[in-house]
């Protein structure tokens, strides 16, 4: 899998591929990444990249010209190439999405940045467009790494362990059941005791009924869902 970002400020993503598991991933040619700034793409002499919204309102906006060149020379050079833009006013990124997306050759995540980018450069060269949450933040390298993250977990010999996958949230109907290492005790605080008696059938059952509770709890949309889907 290659992975392209294409982003204002490209220091901000790298450093995340230089530790722990994507870095390994990369040692082993799982994935590989490279970046593309809009501003070596600009045709304005001051290395513009962003101007007044037409009809007003405050802020600046990513302009038409350096992202659609940027695009341009992406697609030329890579037929396989899947552009995905990242903005909140999206459908939700959800982890079948990330499984799905494991199986391309070729993602490129573009970033915006000011107020967001002109809606002409999305129409004409987004592959698919997707939100993180209900926030907004200050541009859109982070929902890049989020979803490149979630992507490079599922492609095959990534992760050290892949039946680890297996029992994370959202790959089934629930949220994960708690989980607890040893000490036994420590500071007073203890493990829950069903885990320690051995009968690995029990604590399955009980690890299913604490995810149940963790999923009422935090998320009842997905409770609601998922007993409706068992039923």
Do not use: W
């Not at 993503?13 to 990444?33: D, Q």
């Not at 990513?62 to 909140?88: C, G, R, W, Y």
């Not at 892949?162 to 007073?188: C, Q």
């Amino acid at each position: 899998m290659h992975f392209s970002f294409v982003t204002l400020f490209p220091d901000l993503i790298k450093g995340y591929f230089s530790e722990s598991i994507l870095k390994r991933a990369i040692e082993e040619k799982r994935i590989s990444v490279d970046f593309f700034n809009p501003r070596d793409f600009t045709t304005d002499k001051h290395r513009r990249v962003d101007a007044p919204m037409v009809g007003g309102g405050a802020g600046m906006l990513m302009t038409p010209q350096p992202l659609m060149d940027t695009l341009e020379q992406i697609k030329n050079e890579s037929s396989n190439a899947h552009i995905v833009f990242v903005t909140p006013v999206a459908k939700p990124f959800r982890q079948n999405d990330a499984k799905r997306l494991a199986r391309k050759e070729h993602i490129v995540f573009v970033s915006g940045r000011y107020e967001g980018i002109d809606e002409r450069v999305i129409e004409a060269y987004a592959d698919e467009v997707f939100s993180i949450g209900d926030f907004i933040l200050t541009g859109g390298e982070l929902p890049s790494l989020v979803m490149c993250d979630a992507i490079s977990r599922n492609i095959e010999e990534v992760l050290g362990n892949i039946d680890s996958l297996s029992i994370e949230s959202y790959e089934g109907a629930f949220l994960e059941a708690p989980s607890f290492t040893k000490p036994i005790n420590y500071r007073g605080r203890e493990v829950v005791s069903e885990f320690l008696k051995g009968n690995h059938s029990k604590i399955t059952d009980f690890k299913r009924d604490l995810a149940l509770c963790k999923t009422k709890f935090f998320r009842p949309d997905l409770y609601k869902k998922g007993i409706k889907h068992e039923k």
